[in-house]
């Protein structure tokens, strides 16, 4: 099941995001994120455990930029990562997707495009010495 995060989730969460990033739990609070109104974490959720997340900013009603998406590896390539996006576009009236991944993130990539977006700009250097690059999905 999809839900919106709660609170008591943070420790799931932070466990999945620290995986990719050790940093994560310090850089993303999920009890300031929850405070933002154009913020909103969905987690992807079956018998209690979170399977993954996805945390995007809604700005002016209608765009969205992806923050952070993370599914667990073992239940990767499994569509969880599609239907966390896919929830999200039905229950928003979403014209404009955008986020920023690094150019070396061929796994994400690849997901990104298999959902339409396309690299529109790249940043060079965005993150230290790899490039970053700006995807956008029209919708
Ligand atoms: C990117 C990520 C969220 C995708 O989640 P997922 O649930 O595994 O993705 P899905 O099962 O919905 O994949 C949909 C499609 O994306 C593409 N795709 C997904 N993972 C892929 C991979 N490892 N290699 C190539 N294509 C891939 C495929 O076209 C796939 O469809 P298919 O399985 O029918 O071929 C997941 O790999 C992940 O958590 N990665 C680590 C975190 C990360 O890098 N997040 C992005 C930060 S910008």
């Given at each position: 099941m999809i839900r919106e995060a709660i609170i008591a989730d943070k420790q799931q969460i932070n466990n999945l995001g620290l995986k990719l990033n050790s940093n994560y739990d310090k850089l993303f609070k999920l009890e300031d994120i929850l405070k933002e109104d154009y913020a909103k974490i969905l987690v992807y959720e079956k018998e209690n455990k979170i399977l993954g997340f996805i945390h995007v900013n809604i700005f002016l009603d209608d765009s969205m930029d992806i923050m952070n998406i993370i599914v667990d590896r073992k239940y990767q390539r499994q569509k969880i990562g599609t239907k966390l996006i896919e929830y999200l576009l039905t229950s928003n009236d979403i014209k404009k997707m955008t986020l920023e991944v690094r150019a070396s993130n061929n796994k994400a990539i690849s997901f990104y495009k298999s959902l339409?977006?396309?690299?529109?700009?790249v940043r060079e250097k965005y993150y230290g010495n790899e490039d970053g690059y700006l995807m956008v999905k029209e919708v």
């Open positions: 339409g977006f396309k690299i529109v700009h």
